[in-house]
């Protein structure tokens, strides 16, 4: 559907505003060849309902800055599950109670994971590293 490496910045720049506003348990999948309107989901947990509010926003004003056009956002007001539609990357913010409800790690298991992790240490490093080594 989309271009592999614009989906992939798209979902590094997501992954690094939603760690920013405290989000856990990140997960990447490649659902393009099982879903026809995205090429990647990205589950993210917040703690409460602000939180997750919170996190979708910062998601939101990230990918937006980027250039990245909000297609369609749903269920903000409650705070216990936002949907971000971004075209090729789909952004699902759970509250934890949610999250372990619905399972769509589970129902998307047959999808490739995409590897977040990466993207939150090489964040962590530049984070530690010296301005003055930083060229």
Not at 45 to 51: A, F, H, I, L
Not at 86 to 93: A, E, K, R, T
Request: a negative charge; charged letters at 30%; hydrophobic letters at 40%.
């Amino acid at each position: 559907m989309s271009d592999t490496t614009d989906v992939l910045n798209t979902l590094e720049t997501a992954v690094l505003a939603a760690d920013a506003k405290g989000a856990t348990s990140p997960v990447a999948l490649e659902v393009g060849e099982f879903f026809p309107y995205a090429d990647a989901f990205l589950l993210l947990t917040g703690s409460v309902e602000r939180n997750v509010q919170a996190i979708s926003d910062a998601v939101e004003d990230a990918l937006n800055e980027a250039g990245v056009r909000t297609v369609r956002r749903e269920g903000r007001e409650g705070g216990r599950w936002v949907l971000l539609d971004f075209g090729g990357l789909i952004v699902h913010v759970f509250h934890q109670e949610e999250r372990d409800f619905y399972q769509l790690e589970r129902l998307w298991s047959d999808c490739p994971v995409i590897d977040t992790r990466g993207i939150l240490e090489k964040a962590a490093d530049l984070r530690s590293t010296p301005e003055s080594d930083v060229k």
